[in-house]
């Protein structure tokens, strides 16, 4: 499959309707799963994930069992499955996001999930409850497929990225809040608190970070692009050379920035990412100490199939 293939090309003033109204779907699930998960460091408990389909929750427990919750954009359909048995599907179309709630919460109440979640989304300007939302009703097919498919080679990507970290590191997940796809690397010490931090961001910033994502071109920017942050930022950080020669520094931002545009023209897009994440990381963990934190020796091969098999 050749690159454009495998990155396809996803403006954001083409699907921006479409994203903006998955952006409250994948809000109610996620609500779902954090009202019903265990908490865990920097709101871990409340991601979506990445899947061989489209997005999903993980197990979720329920009354001691688990459900799980995907977006499913190959057939475009919203998947719960129950792990007694009973699976409930909903198709992914053209509808209000309160008739998406609707109907969602109505499925869950069909396979004996009666859960109460928070009623109004995060993290965006002028949210609407859930229940009323008519504003957001867009949804095109083969643009949620896309960024689907965008997402995948991402997350391959940044799961290549952290095969040689032996520190604390996030799972890559989708944060429906942001609406984006993030990795984290921490140093392994406690950040200085934020002052009039939210206890949102106070919890996701506890600690001393250096993050890495993929945005489709929300939070203002307007196009879909690769970004790098450190948390708390070191000095030098902002002035630094940065792979490859497209990538940049916003002041504004704070962030280091490459527009997918130019990850999809390299010769090897996948490179391109790997060689960003790698040169900001290495601009932001100049106090690390790296000696503890990175694998330097080779990952241990795995034992061919038969061999295993014989020493049994």
Do not use: C
């Not at 993030?182 to 996701?204: K, L, Q, Y």
Request: hydrophobic share 40%; charged share 20%.
């Amino acid at each position: 499959m050749t690159s454009a293939a495998l990155w396809p090309n996803l403006p954001w003033d083409e699907w921006k309707d479409t994203a903006d109204t998955l952006h409250m779907w994948t809000q109610i699930v996620g609500h779902t799963r954090m009202v019903l998960s265990a908490p865990q460091n920097h709101w871990w408990h409340v991601t979506l994930y990445v899947t061989s389909r489209g997005l999903g929750t993980s197990p979720i427990p329920w009354q001691g069992e688990y459900f799980d919750v995907e977006f499913d954009f190959v057939e475009n359909k919203l998947v719960i499955r129950l792990s007694s048995g009973p699976v409930k599907i909903l198709p992914l179309r053209t509808q209000s996001v309160a008739a998406f709630y609707r109907e969602y919460m109505d499925a869950l109440a069909s396979l004996g999930i009666h859960v109460k979640i928070h009623s109004m989304p995060d993290e965006v300007a002028n949210p609407i409850p859930f229940a009323e939302d008519t504003v957001h009703a867009s949804y095109d097919p083969d643009a949620a497929h896309r960024f689907w498919r965008i997402l995948m080679q991402t997350d391959m990507v940044f799961r290549r990225f952290q095969s040689n970290w032996l520190g604390k590191a996030s799972p890559v997940h989708f944060f429906w809040g942001s609406f984006d796809l993030a990795v984290t690397r921490f140093s392994g010490r406690p950040a200085p608190p934020r002052p009039g931090a939210d206890p949102i961001t106070a919890e996701a910033y506890s600690h001393e970070v250096i993050s890495f994502g993929f945005w489709p071109g929300n939070g203002g920017y307007g196009q879909p692009a690769f970004y790098s942050y450190a948390a708390p930022e070191p000095d030098g950080f902002s002035t630094a050379i940065v792979k490859p020669p497209a990538a940049f520094y916003s002041r504004d931002m704070k962030e280091f920035f490459l527009n997918y545009s130019d990850v999809r023209s390299a010769a090897d897009p996948a490179q391109t990412v790997l060689d960003f994440m790698e040169s900001a990381f290495r601009a932001g963990s100049t106090h690390w100490d790296l000696d503890l934190l990175v694998r330097h020796d080779p990952f241990p091969a795995h034992a061919p199939a038969q061999t295993q098999t014989a020493q049994r």
